[in-house]
Each structure stands twice: as C-alpha cells, then as structure tokens.
C-alpha cells in the first residue's frame, strides 16, 4: 500500500480547508490527514456530502440526493459545511462512523 504522505504534498494548514473546486466538485481535507469530505454530482445526477479517506471505502454519507442543479450543490455545500463545523478537532474515520450510522456493516 502506498502511504499518504508520499503521494500527497503536505500543505501546512490546519483543520478543513478547501483543495479543490469544480462545478460539478468540491474537495476539502483536514490538515495534511488522509481524510477528504468531498461534495459531488452522483451517478443519478444529485449532489451529495460525503466524508471520505485517500485509503478509500467505505465513505459516510452526510448528506445524499440533494437534487440536481445550483439548488441542489448549495444544499450538499451547506450540509458539507456545518458537518466540518461540528467535526473541526477531529472525528473517527469514515468507515467507523458509516457502522455507527448503519450505512455499511459492522466489521
């Protein structure tokens, strides 16, 4: 497996900060962790918030089906935003607090 820190550049900053941004995405990441919390447009054309590790899946949905269009990217913005508040000292990885939700199985 290759490591976080070889592949991606540390940044300095600390807590949520934004690294990237399209129309159709926005990529935030904590510090220079592996954990991203991504907003993006889905496979059925919603926007959705989800909370994400560079190791991958399994992620934690903060927010799906936000609906399509700039109504649809504000909604997942705003719900992307005020989960970052509330986890802005830190949190458990993605797929710890995806168990605890019931969005995957327990392993």
């Not at 497996?1 to 690294?19: L, N, S, Y």
């Not at 990441?29 to 560079?54: C, K, M």
């Not at 949190?91 to 995806?98: D, I, L, N, Y």
Request: with cysteine; hydrophobic share 35%; aromatic share 10%.
């Amino acid at each position: 497996m290759v490591k976080h820190e070889k592949v991606v550049p540390r940044t300095g900053k600390t807590g949520w900060h934004r690294i990237a941004e399209y129309d159709d995405l926005i990529k935030w990441q904590y510090g220079d962790s592996p954990y991203r919390v991504i907003v993006h447009l889905n496979q059925r054309g919603h926007f959705e918030a989800v909370f994400t590790s560079w190791y991958g899946p399994p992620n934690y949905l903060i927010r799906g089906n936000c609906g399509g269009g700039h109504k649809g990217r504000m909604l997942a913005l705003v719900a992307a935003k005020d989960w970052m508040d509330e986890h802005s000292h830190g949190c458990p990885p993605p797929r710890q607090m995806a168990e605890q939700a019931g969005q995957v199985p327990a392993l």
